[in-house]
């Protein structure tokens, strides 16, 4: 990444492999806020674009992400678009032809890895509610096991959109029902207690891993949680305006473009800023602000 980075959270670093994930599978995904531009320019053009990703990612415990893929984005009308597809993203001829097309001022991409619910379209990522947009990265340790009693904590209203079969659509709409769209740090951290207290009832010990994205349209969203010391990846960058040159992505100083993902799509990683574990970045008045996320 071409430019120094300006922020009032994070950490600059050299990025390595998740470590501690013991074979679980992870999903890769970026989200774009800021001047309107075309999806394949971060899509596609990048040194290690999310596409590359779903063959060849560097630091997740899988590197094939395969099990479907998603865009989500915001235009003229009052709801965002979603195309999503169980082909993988690499495999799709129609997926650089929509983002070659598509301007946007925020958008979603998410390649999937599935952690054992099947690959069909209602599992792939984005989902959206309203003027909602969501996609995860991680998983809820015990998931099987305690499935229904997740479910069993959904209002109605927020159910009755339940289309797939995922943790991460599950934690979504809990979330949508403990005021997601209201307040999305406040909502995210309640979540994660309840889901907490589920597993703790079942004598659920596996971890709950996660990385998240919300986007309503004008304000973007994204955190980082892990009931262990080893969470998803989760970086950012932000500035006057985030394009692609050469294979690099390059960042003018300024701002009023976030850009957040779960892996660097270039190989000079020393620009990239950190998500702690624990905390929730949010895009307001054009800029990145990360802190921990609220107790509950």
């Known amino acids: 990444m071409r430019s120094p980075l300006q922020s009032d959270g994070g950490s600059v670093l050299s990025c390595s492999r998740d470590q501690g994930w013991g074979g679980t599978t992870m999903c890769r995904w970026l989200a774009y806020a800021g001047a309107p531009q075309r999806i394949d320019r971060l899509l596609f053009q990048p040194q290690n674009s999310l596409i590359r990703q779903s063959l060849h990612a560097t630091m997740g415990a899988n590197t094939t992400n395969g099990d479907g893929f998603g865009l989500g984005w915001y235009g003229e009308r009052g709801f965002p678009g979603l195309y999503r597809d169980t082909l993988p993203a690499w495999h799709d001829a129609n997926l650089r032809s929509i983002a070659e097309q598509i301007r946007s001022r925020l958008f979603f991409a998410h390649v999937r890895a599935s952690t054992g619910t099947s690959t069909s379209r209602e599992n792939c990522h984005p989902f959206r509610f309203e003027n909602a947009l969501f996609m995860h990265n991680g998983q809820i340790g015990g998931y099987a096991k305690i499935r229904r009693a997740i479910e069993n904590l959904i209002p109605g209203e927020a159910y009755d959109h339940r289309l797939g079969t995922t943790d991460s659509e599950a934690f979504f709409l809990l979330a949508i029902g ?119």
């Open 178 to 296: 403990n005021g997601l769209l209201e307040n999305a740090p406040l909502a995210i951290a309640r979540t994660i207690r309840q889901i907490r207290g589920v597993m703790a009832e079942h004598g659920v010990e596996e971890p709950f891993r996660m990385t998240v994205a919300v986007a309503d349209g004008e304000r973007l969203w994204a955190a980082r949680y892990s009931s262990n010391p080893n969470p998803p990846s989760l970086f950012y960058a932000e500035g006057g305006e985030i394009g692609v040159q050469g294979g690099e992505v390059v960042v003018e100083p300024g701002r009023g473009c976030v850009l957040v993902l779960s892996e660097p799509l270039d190989m000079h990683k020393g620009g990239w800023r950190e998500v702690p574990a624990g905390h929730v970045l949010e895009m307001r008045s054009g800029m990145a602000h990360v802190s921990q996320l609220p107790q509950s």
